[in-house]
């Protein structure tokens, strides 16, 4: 997802994957045309607040993505995100839902608009 200058957020597409160096170029090409000052991303916390196994993939990949651009990357709550999204989709699409990238683009532009309205960073 991505903000423009309203500080809308919008759905960009998926990037797949957090562990391979692929994503990273393709992040690339999306820093260069967009401009990108600052990454966030979700942080899937467990429902009680406790981190998990994918919590700590992320820490990897946020280290990664700082390493990488030399960018702020800031990590949001994610928790009950991908729910929300399927739910504005299946409201959108008359009850069907496909998890062809839809679901993460929208859930990904949820996240970026609850960080633009002052949602807490972890």
Known sequence: AWADELRIALPLGMVAGTG???????????VRERSVTEF?????????????KRAKEVDQ??????????????????RLTTLAA???LAHSA????EKDGKV????ASLILQ???????VI
């Open 61 to 78: 990949f946020s280290k990664k993505l700082s390493e990488r651009f030399g960018l702020p990357v800031r990590k949001v709550d994610e």
């Open 94 to 97: 008359k009850g069907t839902v």
């Open 86 to 88: 399927e739910e504005a």
């Open 104 to 107: 993460d683009a929208v859930a």
């Open 20 to 30: 391979c160096a692929r994503c990273l170029d393709d992040l690339a090409e999306v």
């Open 114 to 120: 609850d960080f633009l309205e002052g949602g807490k």
């Open 40 to 52: 966030v991303i979700g942080y899937p916390l467990h429902m009680d607040g406790a981190v998990g």
